[in-house]
């Protein structure tokens, strides 16, 4: 398994390392390496905030969410006003460990800082056992 935290907001084409140690330039987290097939265990909302915007685009390159829209596998909306009740652990936990959620190079782009933490790992290491 890995893991990919994601601090603060990466909604403008930066510079992004792959992990593999190569370079390209996107918006957004690659997950794994370009083309590589990834499996989505769980994303980790550490601080959620209002009308935040979480999107899992089926690609590695991509660009800033408010125009890229193609490609999208996910996309998660915090609410306007957050409740008590979404401030609890398991509230900010989006499980798919039963059934994780497949991507091409997968890219995790959010808006806001909410310190997001993805599990994710290789389709190939999967199969590996």
């Known amino acids: 398994m890995h893991y990919t935290y994601i601090g603060s907001s990466n909604n403008t084409v930066a510079t992004a390392t792959l ?11 690659p997950l794994g390496d370009a083309a590589q097939d990834v499996y989505i265990y769980k994303i980790i909302i550490g601080v959620p ?4 915007n979480i999107v899992v685009k089926n690609k590695a390159v991509t660009g800033v969410i408010a125009t890229d829209t193609s490609d999208i596998a996910m996309k ?15 509230s900010n936990v ?14 995790v782009i959010i808006d806001q800082t909410m310190q997001v933490t ?12």
């Open 19 to 29: 992990s593999d140690g190569s370079t390209l330039s996107t918006a957004g987290q």
């Open 49 to 52: 905030v209002a009308s935040g």
């Open 76 to 90: 998660i909306t915090i609410p306007g006003t957050i409740s008590s009740s979404y401030t609890y652990m398991y």
């Open 94 to 107: 989006y499980d798919f460990s039963a059934q994780p959620l497949q991507v091409d190079g997968g890219n």
């Open 118 to 129: 993805v599990i994710w790992q290789p389709v190939s290491e999967a199969q590996e056992g």
